[in-house]
C-alpha cells in the first residue's frame, strides 16, 4: 500500500488548509485511516482518525472543532480540513493506515506501531 499526502504550505494564523491522502488501491475496504503529526522536536502524534466499518471519527482534543477528516471510497482518498489554523499547528503531517482488527486497540493506545503504512508526509507552516 502506498500513500501520497499532499495539499500543505504555508498559511498566516487564522487560515484553512486541505490535506490529501491518496491511495494505491482499494484500502479505504480494507484499512480504517489516521492523521498524524510531527512538530520540530516533538514525537509524532496522532490527531484524527477514521474508521472503515462505520465511518467513526475522532480527534485529538489539540485541533477538535477546527478539523475534520473525511474520506471518499470511489477516489481512494482522505481529506483532513484545517481550519482556525494556529502557529502551534505546524509540523510535518502523515496520513496512516490501520487494520480494522486493531482499530479499538488503536482508539485507547493512539500507537505509531499500530500503523502499517506510512505517507511520506507533508509539511504544514503557520504563521503568527
Known amino acids: 500500500v502506498q500513500l501520497v499526502e499532499s495539499g500543505g504550505g504555508m498559511v498566516q494564523a487564522g487560515g484553512s488548509l486541505t490535506l490529501s491522502c491518496t491511495f494505491s488501491?482499494?484500502?479505504?475496504?480494507?484499512?480504517?485511516t489516521a492523521w498524524f503529526r510531527q512538530a520540530p522536536g516533538k514525537e509524532r502524534e496522532v490527531i484524527s482518525g477514521?474508521?472503515?466499518?462505520?465511518?467513526?471519527?475522532f480527534y485529538s482534543d489539540s485541533v477538535k472543532g477546527r478539523f475534520t477528516i473525511s474520506r471518499d471510497h470511489g477516489k481512494n482518498m482522505v481529506y483532513l480540513q484545517m481550519n482556525s489554523l494556529k502557529p502551534e499547528d505546524t509540523a510535518v503531517y502523515y496520513c496512516?493506515?490501520?487494520?480494522?482488527?486493531?482499530?479499538?486497540?488503536?482508539?485507547?493506545?493512539?500507537?505509531?506501531?499500530?500503523?502499517?503504512?506510512w505517507g511520506q508526509g507533508t509539511q504544514v507552516t503557520v504563521s503568527s
Open positions: 496512516a493506515t490501520i487494520r480494522q482488527s486493531t482499530w479499538y486497540q488503536f482508539l485507547t493506545e493512539k500507537s505509531p506501531t499500530l500503523v502499517t503504512s
Open positions: 488501491r482499494s484500502t479505504l475496504d480494507y484499512y480504517a
Open positions: 477514521i474508521s472503515r466499518s462505520d465511518g467513526s471519527t
